[in-house]
């Protein structure tokens, strides 16, 4: 039973996210004034790719994508099934790190270029997902999922300060303007295409799917914050994600790209302050 | 299954141009014309792409670039010769650098005359090139 849920998890995970990217696009489009694609455009567009021919720089670069989509499904699997978001937000790293390696390893220099820029944005978001992870246990006592979402009193009360410093570096990880340094959803803002140039057919089709995992693991990082014991609350906290998601949609046709020395002083000044100054007053209160 | 034909991606190549019919691929992207409705993206990236569009004529100095564009497609793929001057050199046919049209250097599926080809004309052009994506997906 319980292998069947996990199972649940891991297939039912990319149709959500690839319907929010569905819908990213489609609002997108509309901000911009166009029609836009079909809801399912970002499925057609990955069985698309799966029917192409893959181009095999060397046999490296394209195992680097399976592993890395391997730890963002683990990841995405502890999270939604009430697991240690510690071991998740490790997982996770460790996936982000494959896909760097993956760039590096094709030795284009388009991919060096995007990998360079990835593993700048690790640098840049990963201390806030780190502080998240420390405010959470500190509000509830328990790093576990199922714990944090059972309080009586939702994490958000806690951790404002946390939660905004959160929402600024889901940016990066939902790839979106300014912060969308190594690979972006938009052609004709790129360096060919970042991170991807050098992969193609099956190896750009387990990419995407490997960012719809991420976009699911971004918003159940912002769910955790509402979710508590009173059945109500998993409502609000589901509205609460797609209102972020719709943000982040609008901060990223509203935005240029910044340069990544913006990126990563903003990041870390936004983490430095809200991030420790919430955790410093709430260990005056705890 | 013809998902090929839902999700065109396109690269766009420049021969020898006046720039004209670049402005008119172009126009294509706008709010206008939207041409992601039918999920067409311009891509920068050859290996990401299924239709090679290309504007202009071919001269002795991008013979091998467009030979490379083309050989660096993942298959199935298809070429678009967007204008007079890609279709059969046009008015500088007679020119001393000019080649002539596309065909002369890659095999094009679809010629989509005009000077400048109109934004209609090409996207015409692309659906027609996406049965001719989808025969050759068949035959693979």
């Known amino acids: 039973m319980n292998i069947l849920i996990l199972i649940g998890i891991a297939m039912l995970a990319p149709v959500a996210g690839g319907l929010l990217t569905g819908i990213d696009r489609i609002i997108s489009a509309r901000l911009q004034g166009r029609q836009g694609p079909p809801l399912l455009q970002p499925f057609y567009d990955v069985l698309k790719l799966c029917q192409k021919e893959s181009i095999e720089v060397n046999s490296m670069h394209r195992f680097f994508v399976y592993i890395s989509l391997a730890f963002v499904v683990f990841t995405t699997v502890i999270l939604l099934s009430g697991g240690d978001i510690l071991l998740a937000i490790f997982a996770l790293t460790l996936g982000s790190v494959f896909f760097v390696l993956g760039g590096y390893a094709s030795n284009s220099p388009y991919n060096t270029i995007g990998s360079e820029r990835e593993l700048l944005q690790i640098m840049a978001y990963e201390p806030m997902v780190l502080l998240t992870c420390v405010g959470l246990y500190y509000a509830e006592n328990s790093f576990f999922v199922k714990d944090i979402v059972a309080a009586q009193t939702p994490s958000i009360v806690y951790l404002p300060g946390v939660f905004f410093g959160l929402i600024f570096i889901l940016t990066f990880k939902l790839r979106k303007s300014p912060f969308d340094l190594s690979m972006s959803h938009h052609g004709h803002q790129e360096i060919v295409k970042g991170i991807t140039t050098e992969y193609s057919g099956k190896d750009l089709a387990v990419i995407e799917v490997t960012h719809w995992y991420e976009v699911i693991i971004a918003l159940a990082l912002v769910y955790v914050f509402f979710a508590t014991a009173a059945p109500m609350s998993h409502v609000f906290a589901v509205i609460v994600c797609l209102l972020v998601y719709l943000l982040e949609i609008i901060i990223d046709n509203g935005a240029a790209r910044v340069k990544w020395q913006q990126a990563l002083k903003s990041a870390w000044i936004v983490t430095g302050i809200m991030g420790t100054v919430n955790l410093i007053i709430l260990s005056f209160f705890k | ?140």
């Open chain 2, 1 to 140: 299954m013809s998902v090929v034909k839902k999700s065109p991606w396109i690269l766009h190549y420049d021969g020898t141009s006046c720039n004209g019919c670049d402005i008119e691929v172009l126009a294509c992207l706008t709010p206008l014309y939207d041409v992601e409705r039918f999920g067409i993206i311009n891509t920068g990236n050859p290996k990401h792409a299924d239709i090679l569009l290309i504007t202009g004529s071919v001269n002795e100095q991008n013979i091998p670039v467009v030979k490379q564009l083309y050989e660096q497609m993942p298959d199935p793929k298809a070429v678009v010769a967007v204008g007079i001057c890609a279709t059969s050199g046009g008015i500088f046919a007679e020119c001393y650098n000019v080649v002539g049209g596309v065909g002369k250097v890659i095999p094009v599926d679809v010629y989509v005359p005009g000077c400048a080809a109109r934004p209609e004309s090409i996207i015409d052009g692309v659906v027609k090139a996406l049965d001719i994506l989808e025969e050759k997906r068949k035959k693979r």
